[in-house]
């Protein structure tokens, strides 16, 4: 009886370190699997865009909008700098208007002229992380004559970063991370998908505007017009089915 006794519990030793043996490593499995998940799927950029916008897209206006101002454009180039108040005002003219959006699209162009641009468009997108994105988009173009030549451009772009209230040490770590050459890049995909040779290039539902109508006067006229096209096109299929319905 007590070699029996001295057994039974020999094998329910043996039985209770399988199991916590099994336990601790399905915890671990668990724990792993849940880190590699997280870093997959970095923390989409929503500061920038309206309820329901694409993930990490610069928009502004409303999500289902019929008319689509879509604008390619590099932190260097000086048309860009030029044209850039001119996009401002069409998107501030427009706001509130349900028929309207604004897509600012990164397209560095590969250049020597223009070596900081990929990064300062990585710029662009750490301070979106931080809700910042069109603070520091106007800061780069109003200020490009100031920082294109200068060696310690990062300097000043930590100084517009810290007078935007930012945390300039997350800002100066997200420059330089995966998530905003993510960004850059896929702009850059869709610039070269739709045939983009130069900057700025801009495209009103996916027509391009010629670079002598990028004024304000012209880019009106083209908006309404494309925005009075929509409205009579619904208004056309609108009578149709209520005709039906008589």
Same mark, same amino acid.
């Not at 039974?8 to 043996?14: D, E, G, Q, S, T």
């Not at 865009?49 to 610069?58: F, L, T």
């Not at 920082?147 to 990062?154: C, I, K, L, V």
């Not at 304000?216 to 017009?225: F, G, H, M, T």
């Given at each position: 009886?007590?070699?029996?006794?001295?057994?039974?519990? /020999?094998?329910?030793?043996?039985?209770?370190?399988?199991?916590?043996?099994?336990?601790?490593?399905?915890?671990? $499995?668990? *724990? $792993?699997?849940?880190?590699?998940?997280?870093? @997959?799927? &970095?923390?989409?950029?929503?500061? %920038?865009?309206? @309820?329901? @916008?694409?993930?990490?897209?610069?928009?502004?206006?409303?999500?289902?909008?019929?008319? $689509?101002?879509?604008?390619?454009?590099?932190?260097?180039?000086?048309?860009?700098?030029?044209?850039? &108040?001119?996009? +401002?005002?069409?998107?501030?003219? =427009?706001?509130? %208007?349900?028929?309207?959006? /604004?897509? =600012?699209?990164?397209?560095?162009?590969?250049?020597?002229?223009?070596?900081?641009?990929?990064?300062?468009?990585?710029?662009?997108?750490?301070?979106?992380?931080?809700? +910042?994105?069109?603070?520091? #988009?106007?800061?780069?173009?109003?200020?490009?004559?100031?920082? $294109?030549?200068?060696? %310690?451009?990062?300097?000043?772009?930590?100084?517009?970063?810290?007078?935007?209230?930012?945390?300039?040490?997350?800002?100066?770590?997200?420059?330089?991370?995966? #998530?905003? +050459?993510?960004?850059?890049?896929?702009?850059?995909?869709?610039?070269?998908?739709?045939?983009? *040779?130069?900057? &700025?290039?801009?495209?009103? %539902?996916? +027509?391009?505007? &010629? /670079?002598?109508?990028?004024?304000?006067?012209?880019?009106?006229?083209?908006?309404?017009?494309?925005?009075?096209?929509?409205?009579?096109? #619904? #208004?056309?299929?609108?009578?149709?089915?209520?005709?039906?319905?008589?």
């Amino acid at each position: 009886m007590p070699l029996l006794i001295i057994g039974l519990v /020999f094998v329910a030793a043996i039985i209770g370190a399988i199991y916590l043996y099994n336990s601790g490593s399905g915890s671990g $499995t668990t *724990s $792993t699997a849940s880190s590699n998940s997280t870093a @997959a799927r &970095p923390t989409p950029n929503m500061a %920038n865009a309206p @309820a329901g @916008a694409p993930v990490g897209v610069n928009m502004l206006g409303s999500q289902t909008a019929a008319v $689509t101002v879509e604008e390619f454009a590099d932190y260097q180039c000086g048309g860009c700098a030029a044209v850039h &108040p001119v996009m +401002k005002e069409l998107a501030s003219a =427009y706001a509130g %208007n349900r028929n309207f959006r /604004f897509i =600012y699209r990164h397209y560095p162009l590969a250049i020597p002229a223009h070596d900081k641009s990929y990064e300062a468009s990585a710029a662009t997108e750490a301070a979106g992380l931080q809700g +910042k994105f069109w603070q520091m #988009q106007d800061q780069l173009f109003r200020n490009q004559a100031a920082w $294109t030549a200068n060696p %310690n451009y990062r300097q000043i772009w930590s100084e517009y970063a810290s007078n935007l209230g930012m945390d300039v040490q997350r800002f100066q770590a997200d420059i330089a991370g995966i #998530q905003t +050459k993510n960004r850059v890049d896929a702009d850059i995909q869709r610039g070269r998908a739709l045939g983009v *040779s130069s900057t &700025p290039t801009v495209f009103v %539902n996916g +027509k391009p505007v &010629p /670079f002598s109508e990028l004024n304000i006067a012209s880019l009106r006229r083209i908006v309404d017009a494309e925005i009075a096209s929509v409205a009579s096109a #619904q #208004q056309s299929n609108a009578a149709p089915a209520a005709n039906a319905n008589q």
